[in-house]
């Protein structure tokens, strides 16, 4: 059974840091590539990072470059995300998303087929 999981949403300080994890289990074939998206109410879900799986190449969204850092552990089945210098506006729940499907994509929500529950993340003073 293919589970998605996240875990280390919180409330946060503006300028502190917090780390995302996300275990992946289950599945038969090997995923393409995990990626980290957000959500607000009232907005669209968006990509915010994302890491190859053959390959470990990643990719960010412009807001977030040189501030959150993806990496995983594959033999642990883990992906994790380092959030430094939070601000408000990355309030949000953070979702946790697995893709099997060979895409280019790699922030496209819709190119994701496998999705975890969300974690909260605020960053408040």
């Known amino acids: 059974q293919v589970q998605v999981v996240e875990s280390g949403g919180g409330l946060v300080q503006p300028g502190g840091s917090l780390r995302l994890s996300c275990l992946a289990s289950?599945?038969?074939?090997?995923?393409?590539?995990l990626g980290w998206f957000r959500q607000v109410p009232g907005k669209e879900r968006e990509g915010v990072s994302s890491?190859?799986?053959?390959?470990?190449?990643?990719h960010y969204a412009d807001s977030v470059k040189g501030r959150f850092t993806i990496s995983r552990d594959s033999a642990k089945k883990m992906v994790y995300m380092q959030m430094n210098d939070l601000k408000p506006e990355d309030t949000a729940v953070y979702y946790c998303?697995?893709?099997?499907?060979?895409?280019?994509?790699?922030?496209?929500?819709?190119?994701?087929?496998?999705w975890g529950q969300g974690t909260q993340v605020t960053v408040s003073s």
């Open positions: 998303a697995a893709t099997t499907i060979a895409t280019i994509q790699l922030l496209a929500p819709d190119e994701y087929n496998f």
């Open positions: 289950g599945f038969t074939l090997d995923f393409y590539a």
């Open positions: 890491i190859n799986n053959s390959d470990g190449s990643t």
